[in-house]
Structures are given as C-alpha cells and as structure tokens.
C-alpha cells in the first residue's frame, strides 16, 4: 500500500522550478553528502539530530524531506514536523532514487557563502531588464529560495559587494557574467549544473532578449516587449522582480511542457457558444 507520507520522484519533479514547489530540507548525514556534494533544486541543508529546534521554521509550508535513501532519517524529521503541524513528506527513495531517475541537482562548489540567517546574497546594477531578473528567479527558485538581491548604482556594485558581503553579478569582470554570447542566466546554468532541457530552452529566449538576437528564437520578441513593459510600470526594483517573477514562472513552464499546445479560434463549423 502506497505510503501517505511519501512523495515520489516524479510527483516531486513536476513541482520543481514552480512558485507551488515545497521546501525541500535535506537530512543526509555529512559523510553522504560529501560522496555527493550535490542538492536537490532549492533545498537547505538540516541536522536531523535538531530537528525540534529547527522545525517551526517550516510551519504553514508544505515540505519534502530528503536523505539518502528515504528511510529512517527522513521518516523520523517528517513524523517531526508532523507532529508539529507541519505538511511534509519523505522523498520516496530518498537521494539516490532523484538522482538515478535524472533529477535535477544543483553542484554546490561555486555557492556563495551565506549570510547569518543562512541566506545567500547577491547585488547588482539597479534598473533590471532581463539578464538581472532571469537570474534572481532561478536562484530563487533552484538554488536558494531565501536569497536576498540587492540593486545599486552601477559604479557601486563592487564596493557594496565587498562591504555588504554580497556576490556581484551581472557586471563587467566578475565571474558570475557574461562569457562570450552567452549571458549571466547561461552561467548561472552552467556553474551551477542545472541539467534541464526546460531551464535549456528557457535560456535560449533569454539570451536573445538580453542581447537583441531576437532572431534566434520566436518568442525573444515577445519576452523582451513584456520585459521592458515590467521596468516601465514598476520604479521599486524589487517590486518589479516580484512582479517579474510570475512571467518567468509562466515561461518555464511553456518550456517544460506546452511547447507543442496551440490556441486557435474555433472554425466557422464549431457550435457557437449559447
């Protein structure tokens, strides 16, 4: 009898990369985790030992719960946080079950450290267009789902980098940027090992918004037009990543599995609504 605290491998992937996906806390112990460096889209790190004291964090979120194989560790930190009224379930197979099902998983060696609420920090050029929303929402939504963007005059990136401990992107000679004709948002996928043909195709249209190849792809134009419409509404950057993010949740999910679905006005023989 299926298991109902259990999510399997493909209920989970078809959430990931999406604003309803859960949070995702990995319970591996340390020795696993080093034979395998690597994350699950958007998940934190937890101690399984202090679960009690960690567990409130997670309260009026749904949760999948990950440790190698699926068992008794992440059992016990969801029967946990169930009995504190939280919403979670155990990865069904655990870690080695995502990844021998070719589940997405993010490398962590260029993660940037993070911050004493453990978030990540990253700041760039304000007045955002493509490049610089493109890749707040993919951190946000594969990397690290807490990370906090900060946006400043252009001439004082690297210094607010350097006194506010926050990553520079975007800009000229830093490594998270540009590198030939591919954008930022290409070497966030890169850097970052994200293995998706949806996040691939996805990034094809931003790269052609971003660098005025709008011929590369069909819907660059359109992309770019609504992109530019957003920093035309909204004079608060951060309202218009808010705001911004919808239409790349929107996008990623076209790339994922609507590529091939069309809308046409019924034909002069359809029925004629009443």
């Known amino acids: 009898m299926p298991s109902t605290t259990a999510i399997t491998v493909s209920q989970l992937s078809r959430l990931i990369g999406l604003p309803g996906a859960p949070a995702i806390?990995?319970?591996?112990?340390?020795?696993?985790?080093?034979?395998?460096?690597?994350?699950?889209?958007?998940s934190i790190r937890r101690d399984f030992k202090t679960v009690s004291a960690w567990a409130t964090e997670f309260a009026g979120k749904p949760v999948a719960v990950v440790c190698q194989k699926g068992r008794k560790l992440s059992q016990g930190v969801v029967a946990w946080l169930r009995h504190e009224g939280i919403s979670a379930e155990t990865l069904e197979g655990g870690f080695e079950a995502w990844r021998d099902a070719g589940g997405i998983l993010v490398r962590t060696?260029?993660?940037?450290?993070?911050?004493?609420?453990g978030r990540t920090v990253w700041v760039t050029r304000a007045r955002p267009k493509v490049d610089?929303?493109?890749?707040?929402?993919?951190?946000?939504?594969?990397v690290d789902p807490y990370a906090i963007f900060l946006f400043v005059e252009a001439a004082e990136v690297p210094d607010v980098a350097d006194r506010f401990r926050a990553v520079p992107f975007d800009i000229d000679n830093v490594f998270w940027s540009h590198r030939g004709e591919r954008c930022t948002f290409d070497t966030m996928i890169e850097e970052f090992g994200l293995?998706?043909?949806?996040l691939d195709r996805l990034?094809?249209?931003?790269?052609?918004?971003?660098?005025?190849?709008?011929?590369?792809?069909?819907?660059?134009?359109?992309f770019l037009a609504a992109?530019?419409?957003?920093?035309?509404?909204f004079r608060d950057d951060l309202e218009q990543l808010e705001a911004g993010m919808l239409l790349y949740d929107a996008f990623f999910r076209w790339c994922r599995d609507a590529t091939e679905e069309t809308h046409n006005w019924p034909g002069a023989g359809a029925s004629k609504p009443s």
């Open 227 to 233: 992109s530019l419409g957003l920093s035309r509404m």
């Open 203 to 222: 990034a094809l249209i931003v790269r052609a918004a971003d660098t005025a190849s709008l011929d590369l792809v069909p819907q660059a134009a359109g």
């Open 109 to 117: 060696d260029n993660l940037p450290p993070r911050d004493e609420k």
């Open 132 to 142: 610089r929303i493109a890749c707040p929402w993919l951190i946000r939504r594969f």
């Open 195 to 198: 293995e998706s043909e949806a």
């Open 25 to 42: 806390i990995d319970v591996r112990i340390d020795e696993d985790f080093d034979a395998d460096p690597r994350l699950l889209p958007a």
